[in-house]
């Protein structure tokens, strides 16, 4: 069969035909552990039967309508959302994917400043689409494609409190995830984030947590605005949202709510009733089955136990764990597929990725720790 597809994603060699739990099954019956999660989205794992339900009985029901039109299920996903994050946000924006909501949080902090510059991180990553991907470390230089930025950006280091000086009076906002993902996993920490928000107090700019990959229970708590105690102006996050349906939302502080005004935001398919059930649907999980636990203790077990053969240490929270390597990750990655087991890598070539399904149980943890320690190179 002629392959028709872009030819943009590098492929692991590995067909998946269907799958369950938190395994990945191939045509011929060869069944992976999926400690990737489909790049983090796969909460819940596979066939999970509430979101099943859910997204069937919406689509049954009403598959779609305009957002000019009032449907109940988008008021119980954004209440629902909003309870969840046990933080004091006032607005919910629903859109379809984890750039898109970043770049209306961009959006946002301009209209509110009236400035003309962000920064971010080094090492952070925050989407591809032209505002996003201009945030996001080593794009200029690799994949941009655009001839130009659409603001003045900055980038200071992740883990330096002298860098903090950097952001002035002419700074819209400053962007950073609690927990870098492409960037390694890497814990930025509670002390960093409690002055990155003291110094934009100072400066009046405004503070955007993305945790399009760290949130959503990822790190074992809603959000990590929750896990390092620090309330940012707003929080992005997709991904674990939908478990696998496009979905993505923004969530605003009352001080960002407050400059929305009619047609400022726009979207097509964001909060889609199929979207919004599948919400609703995840969050029921996430509480209803004690995910937050499970992430936290089963998290705790990968560290301790995990540290094994190639694997001399660890980085990250919950499930979005940096294993930190003595040879190339991408080797350990390629060595632990041939033991069916599918892992990522990340922008730090000694740090193997893990995004695991939030229903990951300690005797899978036990399949990795048993493959780690018999690799050798």
């Not at 039109?69 to 954004?78: C, K, Y």
């Not at 933080?87 to 859109?95: A, D, H, I, M």
């Not at 409190?161 to 930025?188: F, R, S």
Request: hydrophobic share 45%; net charge neutral; proline share 5%.
């Amino acid at each position: 069969m002629h392959d028709y597809l872009a030819p943009v994603f590098a492929q692991y060699p590995l067909n998946v035909a269907r799958a369950e739990g938190v395994w990945l099954i191939t045509p011929e019956g060869r069944r992976v552990l999926d400690l990737y999660g489909g790049h983090a989205v796969a909460a819940l794992g596979y066939g999970h039967k509430g979101w099943i339900q859910a997204l069937t009985h919406q689509a049954q029901t009403v598959s779609f309508q305009s957002n000019a039109v009032p449907m109940d299920v988008r008021l119980r996903a954004a209440a629902r959302l909003v309870k969840f994050s046990q933080l004091p946000f006032e607005s919910v924006f629903f859109v379809n994917s984890g750039a898109e909501a970043n770049e209306n949080a961009l959006k946002m902090a301009f209209t509110m400043t009236g400035r003309e510059e962000v920064i971010a991180l080094e090492q952070g990553w925050h989407g591809r689409t032209a505002g996003a991907a201009a945030l996001s470390w080593g794009a200029a230089g690799k994949w941009y494609g655009f001839p130009r930025t659409p603001f003045d950006v900055k980038f200071i280091p992740r883990d330096q409190l002298a860098g903090l000086a950097g952001i002035t009076e002419k700074t819209a906002a400053v962007i950073a995830e609690p927990v870098q993902g492409v960037g390694g996993a890497y814990d930025v920490g509670a002390q960093f984030l409690q002055a990155l928000r003291k110094r934009c107090d100072e400066t009046g700019t405004v503070l955007i947590f993305d945790e399009v990959q760290c949130g959503m229970g990822r790190t074992g708590y809603p959000f990590g605005a929750n896990l390092y105690g620090v309330m940012p102006d707003m929080i992005t996050t997709a991904k674990a949202l939908g478990n696998g349906f496009p979905c993505s939302a923004l969530l605003m502080s009352a001080k960002v709510a407050k400059a929305v005004k009619l047609d400022a935001l726009g979207t097509t398919f964001g909060a889609g009733p199929m979207a919004c059930a599948v919400i609703e649907a995840v969050i029921d999980a996430i509480e209803n089955e004690q995910l937050l636990e499970n992430v936290r203790r089963v998290g705790d077990y990968i560290r301790q136990t995990c540290i094994v053969g190639p694997v001399v240490g660890h980085q990250g929270a919950g499930f979005l764990t940096g294993l930190k390597t003595n040879v190339p990750a991408k080797l350990v990655q390629k060595a632990l597929l041939e033991h069916d087991i599918l892992t990522g890598t990340s922008g730090d070539p000694n740090v193997l990725r893990l995004l695991p399904p939030f229903v990951l149980k300690e005797s899978d943890v036990d399949v990795l720790s048993r493959a780690l320690a018999a690799l050798s190179f």
